[in-house]
């Protein structure tokens, strides 16, 4: 099977968030099944400057966007065996950040993705590469789908060709003034009902979810949550229309990535089968952050981007409490400036038992995860989460909300005869805090959490079942078209 994953970032390429993480790993395991995969993704200037192997393939590309013929360059890398290729455009993609500055988003988005999407169905026709599939990922290749359905469609290369579309996050769609038409190069009859018009704005991730042949997103309960009006954002309706087309397909973890048995990043190496280093790895993590070296003390890490989403309003209710008590903090991330000054003034040297690290940093990730005893995501929504499923291979055993890919893969003692983790329902403090004290409360039984943690390390959330499921849906699609 020929497969063209078509995404705005794919690591270790460009990164923002999970939809990366998804782009770069799901690729590598369909090659080992056997498939044909390429990937295609805007050749940003974090590109130019990683020292990525990158050639120029020779190959340009014009399409129509604003009323003018834009030009792109298709240059190619390889991603282990997986041809990349990356268009260029320096007036779109020579920036500093990939969708905008932390004021907001670029205002020429619309056009700045429209070219990329346009710009992929035109470099196909004239390829030596006939996908049976088009993967398309998240509200910047929207485009692509509803092109496929509204322009494509009747063209002898492209009728055969499925299109699958995964949406990673429902509450980034692609939002536009009706003006934007214009700007994408889109004739005034796509602003409808049945296309892109949504209360007087262009949504372009609507007109995917009506356009795609099939839908699917990152977990089975993040499926079945934005069926509803509660995390619906606005297209609960669109979404039910598509119920028999929607899938949830639990997103895997790269077990060659992240590994503590192999992990050249963490103090000492460790397996479920013989964990006993993982002790150390606590007493360097707490040595390294200024924390007293104890093992008697829970340490509880977060990794996170700093936001409401991720729960982090709760954690500043619950604060003062967590301040004291005898228990150690470590959390890493940046995001809205409010928790970004709460947490440093949380950290302050009067305080002792909190430490936030501000910004991102691989090194410190990685051991946070295989030093702590607890891992903390009290997210609001998360469509399906990496953090927890890196923290049960490291065996930091998570406490987390039951909600989206969380409750898909974090079992508490309550609801399951073999738990891997501790959970709570409500979005709620109270409930948090609940949580964290019966978590603390299992950690002093010692040879009990040792096997909640060991049970959450052998677990197995590895690409491949996944990945099977994605080749399910693929035949679906394809099945579908040629029929």
């Not at 270790?12 to 690729?27: C, E, M, R």
């Not at 469609?153 to 429902?170: E, M, Q, S």
């Not at 990152?218 to 499926?223: D, H, K, L, M, N």
């Amino acid at each position: 099977m020929k497969i063209l994953f078509i995404a705005s970032e794919v690591a270790p390429f460009a990164k923002t968030g999970g939809l990366a993480d998804v782009t770069g790993s799901l690729p590598k395991e369909l090659k080992r099944m056997g498939h044909d995969v390429r990937i295609i993704l805007p050749y940003y200037s974090t590109i130019a400057a990683g020292g990525f192997a990158v050639s120029d393939t020779g190959r340009t590309v014009e399409v129509q966007i604003d009323g003018r013929t834009e030009v792109g360059h298709l240059w190619q890398a390889m991603l282990d065996g997986i041809p990349v290729y990356l268009l260029k455009h320096d007036g779109y993609f020579r920036r500093k950040y990939l969708y905008g500055t932390p004021k907001g988003d670029y205002p020429d988005n619309a056009r700045r993705f429209a070219f990329f999407s346009k710009s992929v169905l035109a470099l196909l026709a004239g390829w030596d590469f006939c996908p049976d599939v088009l993967h398309c990922h998240d509200w910047q290749s929207a485009l692509v789908p509803i092109l496929m359905k509204h322009e494509y469609g009747r063209d002898p290369f492209f009728k055969n060709i499925a299109v699958l579309f995964t949406i990673h996050n429902l509450a980034y769609q692609g939002l536009f003034p009706p003006e934007a038409l214009d700007d994408m190069g889109l004739d005034h009859s796509y602003f409808s009902i049945d296309r892109l018009e949504y209360y007087g704005k262009i949504n372009v991730l609507k007109g995917a979810i009506l356009s795609a042949d099939l839908v699917n997103t990152v977990s089975e309960t993040y499926r079945s949550e934005i069926l509803t009006a509660e995390q619906g954002c606005g297209l609960e309706g669109v979404l039910t229309v598509r119920g028999e087309d929607l899938s949830g397909i639990l997103n895997g973890l790269d077990y060659g990535e992240w590994d503590p048995a192999t992990d050249r990043h963490i103090f000492r190496n460790y397996s479920a089968a013989d964990p006993a280093g993982k002790g150390l790895d606590k007493a360097q993590l707490q040595s390294l952050l200024g924390f007293p070296q104890s093992a008697g003390i829970p340490l509880i890490g977060m990794i996170s981007r700093l936001s409401a989403q991720k729960g982090f309003d709760l954690i500043a209710e619950l604060l003062p409490k967590l301040m004291k008590r005898n228990i150690q903090l470590v959390i890493l991330g940046d995001g809205e400036e409010k928790y970004v000054r709460l947490m440093k003034e949380a950290a302050g040297p009067k305080v002792g038992n909190i430490s936030f690290n501000f910004g991102f940093d691989l090194a410190l990730a990685r051991r946070i995860y295989a030093g702590c005893d607890m891992f903390l995501m009290p997210s609001r929504y998360e469509p399906c989460g990496l953090g927890q499923l890196i923290a049960l291979r490291y065996g930091a055993v998570p406490v987390v909300r039951k909600t989206g890919g969380l409750a898909d893969t974090v079992f508490d003692p309550g609801d399951s005869a073999e738990p891997t983790g501790f959970s709570f329902t409500g979005y709620d403090s109270g409930e948090l805090r609940q949580t964290l004290m019966r978590a603390i409360k299992a950690w002093q039984d010692k040879e009990g959490w040792q096997r909640i943690m060991q049970r959450g390390m052998s677990r197995d959330f590895s690409w491949q079942a996944s990945a099977e499921r994605y080749v399910e849906l693929y035949r679906r699609g394809i099945t579908r078209k040629r029929s």
